[in-house]
């Protein structure tokens, strides 16, 4: 079955403590991006990745890193969380236009 | 880059009635234009998209509209019913064979009441 994984689903954690959210899709799409959602805002891209070894900044990349070592692999790096970092992502994959999206990770950081 | 804005945030309509979600674009190079729907708890899915050397396209009870000129697009529900009930968002960009530079609206909010 195609599909586009994330994880974890959710998680609640400490501000500065460095956290990783995976991200994995089968259909060996070239195309990956993360986004995070918050009321009011709707989706907003943080990074993308058109390629292995090919990254760049979405219009809020601040706090984040993103690494693509890996065509299926788009893992989501925050090295010190923040509580404005509170929120949900979805990590996406894309082909021919078509966004793909995960199931979401939703993160809570106090 | 590309700003797109959404209109109305929230909409309610009775079951049966027609709803129509309109989105404004920017940049004049974008040239795909993606519809998705999230429903509650879910992730957004692709329900509907239209290029820019179509004015309107059509799948089942929904449709498209492009207004190029204006820099205009628009989403028509028609005989709404419960399970259309999700928010919408509208996105726009120049590059529809990658879609990495997708710029999306804020969401409208739509509640089809029995």
């Known amino acids: 079955e195609a599909q586009v994984t994330q994880n974890p689903r959710y998680l609640i954690t400490v501000t500065g403590k460095k956290l990783t959210v995976t991200c994995s899709q089968n259909m060996n799409h070239e195309y990956m991006s993360w986004y995070r959602q918050d009321p009011g805002l709707g989706l907003r891209q943080i990074y993308y990745?058109?390629?292995?070894?090919?990254?760049d900044k979405g219009d809020v990349p601040e706090g984040y890193k993103v690494s693509r070592k890996e065509k299926r692999n788009f893992p989501l790096i925050l090295e010190s969380p923040s509580p404005n970092q509170t929120s949900l992502y979805f990590c996406?994959?894309?082909?021919?236009?078509?966004?793909?999206f995960g199931p979401g990770t939703r993160l809570l950081v106090l | 880059g590309e700003n797109v804005e959404q209109h109305p945030s929230t909409l309610s309509v009775q079951e049966g009635d027609s709803a129509v979600i309109k989105c404004t674009y920017s940049d004049s190079a974008s040239n795909y234009f993606p519809w998705y729907k999230q429903e509650l708890g879910k992730r957004p899915q692709l329900i509907i998209d239209i290029r820019s050397n179509v004015g309107e396209k059509k799948d089942q009870r929904i449709a498209v509209t492009l207004n190029k000129t204006a820099k205009h697009f628009s989403l028509h529900i028609t005989e709404t019913q419960p399970e259309d009930s999700a928010v919408y968002f509208c996105?726009?960009?120049?590059?529809?064979?990658?879609?990495?530079?997708?710029?999306f609206g804020k969401g409208t909010s739509l509640l089809v009441t029995p």
């Open positions: 990745s058109m390629n292995v070894e090919v990254t």
């Open positions: 996406a994959s894309t082909n021919n236009g078509t966004q793909y």
């Open positions: 996105a726009a960009t120049p590059n529809s064979n990658s879609g990495y530079a997708l710029n």
